[in-house]
């Protein structure tokens, strides 16, 4: 008896310090970033670095507001893309499409999701990248292809199995009861998606909406492929841009011997992680007031 006691504490304790791993990690990484940017910030007010266009590290001038502006723009543009792709999808599959179709379904968005972003980045530069020249000739403009435009195709193509995926797990959680009662109303079928299933998993579809939007902005090698990397805030989608995920991998570990260069990629680095942070705050309270209301 007093030997299962001792056991019982054992792994009590072992899954405490697991789930205070879970909790603290994101603290420890902020933490790291903290320290690393507050070099250049003992240097340069915040407010200087974040609102100028100027980034030339060999005259230490670190100014990220290109990189944040084209951060979002392909990240806004990729979701504008996905979203109504991905609901419609889980819409059809969960509640018009034979149950074998779903499970047809399935295997191809799990085989999408497998696949390395450096395939995705390849597959922009030989095929969206000349669709995007095309279209922007369309429109009157000779472009390289290379821009903000093709960033946020290869990207909504990235994260549409992510959102996906979450879109139809969250549909198939609401009750069949639901539906069945709003029916016998004499509901249609879109009626009762429309009014009773949408509106029941609005706080799901939210969330990985915000999710999406956290995954979007942390790609980087795809992007950073297909967006041109123009130190230059965009002034359209078919301008090129260079987003902080591509900042950073294309210069971090090179060039550090100048002055303040690594202390002003942790800080691009922190700022990343700000944004991601701020979107599912934003995704998470929107949840909370919305079930309030339901």
Known sequence: MRLRKVKDNL??????????????????IGAGLIYKSSFILHEYP??????SSEWKPQSSKFGLLPFITSSLFVTFF????????????????????????????????DILAGIPS????????????????YIAKLFGYTVSGYSILAGSIVLAIMILPFVLNMMIEIFQTVPEELTEAALSLGASRWQAI??????????????A????????????????MVTGNVVKIPEGIFQPGYP?????A????????????????????????????????VSRLTIIRFEKKI
């Open 11 to 28: 792994h009590q304790t072992w899954m405490i310090i697991a789930i205070a791993i879970v909790i603290l990690l994101p603290f420890i």
């Open 46 to 51: 915040i407010k200087d670095i974040l609102f």
């Open 78 to 109: 990729a979701i504008v893309i996905v979203l109504p792709i991905s609901l419609l999808s889980a819409i059809h599959l969960t509640q018009y499409a034979k149950k074998w179709v779903l499970k047809v379904t399935h295997p191809v968005i």
């Open 118 to 133: 450096v395939i995705f980045g390849i597959w922009g530069v030989i095929a969206v990248v000349p669709a995007v020249q």
């Open 194 to 207: 429309k009014k009773v299933i949408l509106r029941k998993a609005f706080p799901g579809i939210i969330s």
């Open 209 to 224: 909406i915000g999710l999406g939007i956290s995954r979007a902005f942390g790609e980087t090698i795809a992007v950073l």
């Open 244 to 248: 902080l995920p591509a900042l950073l």
């Open 250 to 281: 294309n210069n971090y570990g090179e060039m550090l011997s100048i002055p303040l260069y690594d202390s002003a990629l942790m800080l691009s680095a922190l700022v990343l992680f700000v944004i991601v942070l701020l979107f599912n705050l």
